[in-house]
């Protein structure tokens, strides 16, 4: 059997994991198990969940493996076929299986969530109408009822997506902003917070700050430019002129008798560069910090208790 269109949206395992499913298999049948704990779940004539399962099994039935068995049996199936809402159900049990048990990072779901809207019309459908429930209720400036759970738009779609609403207005943010780097989280080799970042600062400055050049020698009388780091504000990272009054082997003395290392002695288009680049590595530790705070906003807080006071 081929897989069903929404599975094939899920990540493929990589070969340790199949491998390691293999070997897993096969040991459950030498030991009079059954290999699979799982049922294979088809929808549609197709494989919903379980690409990978079936596909070792027919490895091991290839293979003669644990004396024919996997030759003489076929997997466990299930098959679903609800009656209405297909498309969606079966979104819903491939997510269950294939999110949970494969532990898929939080921003990873979202972005493959939002790749199976795009391509499956009831999944849209179902989004489309929690936007538009929500949008009338707010137009209407009807309150959501007393005890109702819903949430806004992003929560609502987050709990069909298996993660917290912060993360989908996320992952929703860098689909628009990266698509590229959106289809990277989408398959795990990168994670939207570093992403959103990366496409910040290559909107905001340039791809790379041209490296310094080498050391040039200034002579007394010559003016030259240091860069202060930068602290708390953008003020705090000022470029400061000098002239020379001597020169000695690794230094430069000022005409007000500062001793600064020829190293941090830049011409003024240097130390323009050199404050350009210490402010963007500043804003990329900030917007870090950010994303990290509105990471922890949506996620349920620790509760932790107060240690008991013994009696005076």
Known sequence: ?????????????????????????????????????????????????????????????????????????????????????????????????????????????????????????????????????????????????????????AKQIGKLAGVSGTTVKQVKRLKVVAPDQFEEVSRGTTTAKKALVEAAQSKRFPSAIPAKSAPKQFKPGDTFYTVSPIGLSAKDCIVRQHTVAAVEAVVYVTDENQRILKTQAFTLEEAKQERKAALAKRIQALEEEIAALKDAMGREPEIASMPKQSAS
Not at 8 to 20: C, K, L, S, V, Y
Not at 60 to 70: I, K, T, Y
């Open 1 to 153: 059997m081929d897989a069903h269109p929404i599975a094939a949206i899920f990540p493929r395992m990589t070969d340790d994991e199949q491998a390691a499913l293999k070997t897993d298999m096969l040991r459950r049948a030498e030991n009079g198990l059954d290999p699979l704990e799982h049922p294979i779940l088809v929808y549609q004539d197709l494989i919903l969940d379980g690409r990978h399962r079936w596909a070792v099994w027919k490895e091991l039935s290839a293979e003669g493996a644990c004396g024919g068995f996997f030759a003489r049996n076929r997997p466990p199936l299930e098959r679903f076929s609800p009656s209405k809402h297909g498309t969606l159900l079966a979104w819903m049990r491939a997510k269950s299986a294939n999110m949970v048990h494969r532990h898929i990072p939080a921003d990873q779901k979202a972005a493959i969530f939002l790749k199976a809207v795009e391509e499956f019309p009831e999944l849209k459908a179902a989004v489309e109408e929690i936007k538009t429930e929500n949008a009338d209720r707010k137009k209407s400036g009807k309150p959501l009822d007393a005890g109702d759970q819903r949430g806004n738009t």
